[in-house]
């Protein structure tokens, strides 16, 4: 009878074992916990019949998985980066030509319209890089639903994105009409390069047909500009002449990247910046340039 007793104490310690030896595993690898909070569906008898394979996995899937997901979570970060373009409070709606910089600072703001746009905007990039320059790009909401690989290419180079409507128009705009021309260009530069835009730039520089009211009313900053290249209407060489003729500490020098065929800018570009750094001109953004000026310019 001891026989007896002593098999079926050890049969049932060998079923005990098996059983907890399904449970824990079981139990613990169904669903660790990220550090996140995010659950991860692991079914083993799916994935591994064999109960034993099934137990070692268990052992480590935690922390295998959860170093998984942390990949996953860093890569997305990475791919979904927000640049958020800060705005000093003093030009939050209002409208500047240039920007008052302390006297020490010879530093100016190349600006670039219309674009993003194949071929032109990627030389200027080139040349801009090569000169170690961050510029300020006034964007068309449909040139960056067309050309969204182009869009993220400026932003990730360092340069600020920023609002220039959807569909360049010049007429008069109800708040509504406005609204949509704005809001859509801004959601839509987030939407694709994660770059919240705060500047505004009114096509043709109108500031009476609604658009520009209605970015101010957001409180973005409109941004026109004291140099005007022209490059819209004349030679490189004119644009070189222009820009240097108008160029001033806390300046904004105004040209376009896009909507058209904008070659001659490309090429007066190089000698704007060396003319322009032979005078100890140094290269910022606008918002950098708005972040130098103590007390907001008194405009028009
Ligand atoms: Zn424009």
Redesign the pocket.
């Known amino acids: 009878m001891i026989w007896q007793r002593r098999t079926l104490f050890a049969i049932a310690i060998a079923a005990a074992s098996f059983t907890f030896g399904l449970l824990i595993p079981a139990l613990k690898g169904n669903s660790p916990k990220t550090a996140n909070g995010i659950q991860i569906k692991l079914d083993l008898n799916n994935q591994d019949p064999d109960p034993i394979q099934a137990k070692s996995l268990a052992l480590s899937d935690a922390k295998v998985f959860q170093n998984l997901v942390a990949n996953l979570e860093r890569l997305e970060q990475e791919q979904k980066r927000i640049y958020d373009f800060s705005l000093p409070q003093a030009f939050q709606g209002k409208t500047i030509k240039s920007v008052q910089v302390p006297a020490e600072r010879k530093v100016i703001a190349l600006t670039f319209?219309?674009g993003p746009w194949p071929g032109t905007t990627n030389d200027i990039l080139y040349i801009l890089k090569k000169n170690n320059i961050k510029a300020t790009f006034?964007f068309l909401g449909r040139n960056v639903q067309n050309f969204p690989e182009l869009a993220k290419i400026v932003v990730n180079h360092g340069h600020v994105l920023a609002n220039?409507t959807w569909s360049?128009p010049y007429r008069q705009h109800s708040e509504a009409a406005a609204a949509s021309e704005i809001n859509r260009t801004t959601e839509i530069i987030y939407k694709l390069t994660g770059a919240k835009s705060v500047l505004f730039?009114p096509?043709?520089g109108y500031l009476t047909n609604g658009l520009a009211t209605y970015a101010a009313k957001q409180n973005q900053s409109v941004v026109m500009w004291s140099a005007d290249s022209q490059d819209y209407r004349t030679s490189s060489a004119n644009m070189v002449r222009n820009v240097l003729r108008d160029a001033s500490p806390g300046g904004i020098v105004l040209m376009?990247d896009g909507?058209g065929d904008r070659r001659k800018t490309v090429n007066a570009l190089p000698v704007i910046i060396d003319k322009l750094k032979a005078q100890g001109y140094e290269f910022v953004t606008v918002p950098e340039l708005m972040e130098m000026q103590k007390q907001p310019v008194a405009n028009r």
């Open positions: 319209d219309d006034f220039h360049h730039r096509p043709g376009h909507g």
